[in-house]
């Protein structure tokens, strides 16, 4: 119950800081760019995610099912993680910056140096908050991975880069694009090493083991499976907003990409319950009896529904005025794009923690088959919609496919699994209990 609750407090803050960065980042680029900005935060997200090749996923779910004498155990997932943090993750970051450079050949000012640097530091510190957070949970660290845990990085990320990009805002008004991204490069640091030297800490008394390259590839030998899933993921949650880069004008992408932003708001806790919740499932679903684990996952996903509800009332009643607050008046004709998509991530909600269920209990692969799949019928879909009737069309058919592709996930774990993970009317609190980390 604690790690729940305190799951909470670290919710309501990162929604404050979430908010707080997109505000001050959004009258730093303008409408022109922060469409712009938008994509390249998403996408260095997954880039970073896939830098770790899903070490941290694989991580979590075998922490968690550690036996805590086993120094031997703990010892290769240090060795797994050293890995991928001095090659993978720092080859994926230096591409990701040379690509950004190659694109960006509009920027004729100075900045577009800056502008690939920063993206590809970006890479590098969102892997590492990833890995961080997914690990300190596994091993028992609940509060400390709870602040790393949500969008933009949990509370105290969210919180550190609110607090720089305004400070950049206040002295350098006209950095446009090159001091958004370094404000949200400068205020993720201090977490991440942070949570690095945390976690360094606690197994510290382990060896370190030999040969890189060979453990390298064992994870992804290991872990391909979660690399697939998560990025498939990802990619499904992200992927009108790329379309919109790709397909509409600067001001269009720019209106879907603040709807985006914060209509994500609502998959906060979604997305942070997969993580507070996942050692627990890893953990009851290998027990014969499922009973428990039903109980646990209908709570959790009404739990879901409940947090999600309370910000998708505001903003269905109020989109125009939020969008006004938030990012200033030239965005409040993203009010019908908002709606739509916050009423599918309040839906989504709804249907419960299926994928991370099935991840969680050694089905990963399936995970993959249908987040692939999806992925391939909302590129279809979304290229038509796109074309045909705009940012409208667009998220019209971003709600739809990403509804179809939760209620999939839903009947495999009913299959797979044997229960069922969508909201309850009647919730058991008391289960909150068995999620000590």
Same mark, same amino acid.
């Not at 040379?98 to 140096?113: E, F, H, I």
């Not at 200033?328 to 709606?339: E, S």
């Given at each position: 119950m604690r790690s729940v609750q305190w799951f909470g407090a670290s919710y309501g803050i990162a929604i404050i800081g979430y908010l707080g960065v997109n505000a001050a980042a959004s009258r730093l680029v303008g409408v022109s760019d922060f469409g712009r900005f938008v994509v390249i935060v998403n996408a260095t997200i997954l880039l970073g995610q896939l830098?770790?090749?899903?070490?941290?996923? &694989?991580?979590?779910?075998?922490?968690?099912?550690?036996?805590?004498?086993d120094v031997d155990r703990l010892a290769e997932l240090r060795a797994g993680v050293a890995a991928v943090t001095t090659l993978a993750l720092p080859t994926v970051s230096l591409s990701t910056g040379?690509?950004?450079?190659?694109?960006?050949?509009?920027?004729?000012?100075?900045?577009?140096?800056w502008? !690939?640097?920063?993206?590809?530091?970006?890479?590098?510190?969102?892997?590492?908050?990833?890995?961080?957070?997914?690990?300190?949970?596994?091993?028992?660290?609940?509060?400390?991975?709870?602040?790393?845990?949500? %969008? &933009?990085?949990? !509370?105290f990320v969210a919180v550190s880069q609110t607090a720089v990009v305004l400070l950049i805002l206040l002295l350098w008004p006209e950095s446009g694009l090159v001091g958004a991204l370094a404000g949200t490069v400068a205020g993720f640091a201090l977490p991440v090493l942070l949570a690095r030297a945390f976690l360094g800490r606690r197994w510290a008394h382990t060896q370190r083991q030999p040969g890189r390259w060979r453990n390298l590839t064992k994870v992804f030998r290991r872990d391909w499976k979660f690399v697939v899933s998560q990025s498939g993921a990802y990619a499904n949650s992200s992927l009108e907003l790329w379309l919109a880069a790709a397909l509409l004008s600067p001001f269009a992408t720019s209106m879907f990409g603040a709807s985006y932003r914060l209509a994500h708001l609502l998959a906060i806790p979604n997305t942070s319950l997969q993580t507070v919740f996942s050692p627990a499932i890893a953990r009851m679903s290998a027990q014969k009896d499922r009973k428990p684990l039903q109980h646990l996952l209908r709570t959790g996903s009404s739990l879901a529904t409940v947090m999600s509800a309370l910000v998708w009332l505001p903003l269905v009643c109020f989109p125009a005025a939020i969008l006004t607050l938030v990012f200033?008046?030239?965005?409040?004709?993203? #009010?019908?794009?908002?709606?739509?998509?916050?009423?599918?991530?309040?839906? %989504?909600?709804?249907?419960?923690?299926?994928?991370?269920?099935? &991840?969680?209990?050694?089905?990963?692969?399936?995970?993959?088959?249908?987040?692939? &799949?999806?992925?391939?019928? %909302?590129?279809?879909?979304?290229?038509?919609? #796109?074309?045909?009737?705009?940012?409208?069309?667009?998220?019209a058919t971003s709600v739809a496919t990403m509804l179809f592709n939760n209620a999939l996930m839903w009947w495999h774990v009913r299959r797979l699994v044997g229960v069922s993970t969508h909201a309850t009317l009647r919730p058991r609190l008391r289960m909150l209990n068995k999620v000590s980390g």
């Open positions: 830098g770790l090749l899903g070490v941290h996923r &694989s991580g979590l779910r075998e922490a968690a099912q550690l036996d805590y004498a040379l690509v950004t450079w190659l694109l960006l050949d509009q920027y004729d000012d100075g900045s577009r140096l502008v !690939a640097l920063l993206t590809g530091i970006l890479v590098y510190l969102t892997g590492q908050q990833r890995l961080c957070a997914n690990f300190l949970r596994g091993l028992g660290h609940v509060r400390v991975a709870g602040l790393l845990e949500g %969008r &933009s990085g949990g !509370a200033g008046a030239d965005f409040k004709d993203a #009010a019908a794009v908002l709606v739509i998509l916050a009423s599918g991530y309040v839906v %989504r909600a709804m249907c419960g923690l299926s994928a991370v269920t099935l &991840s969680m209990s050694h089905r990963e692969g399936v995970v993959a088959i249908v987040t692939w &799949s999806g992925l391939a019928l %909302r590129v279809v879909l979304g290229v038509i919609a #796109a074309l045909t009737w705009g940012v409208i069309g667009l998220a």
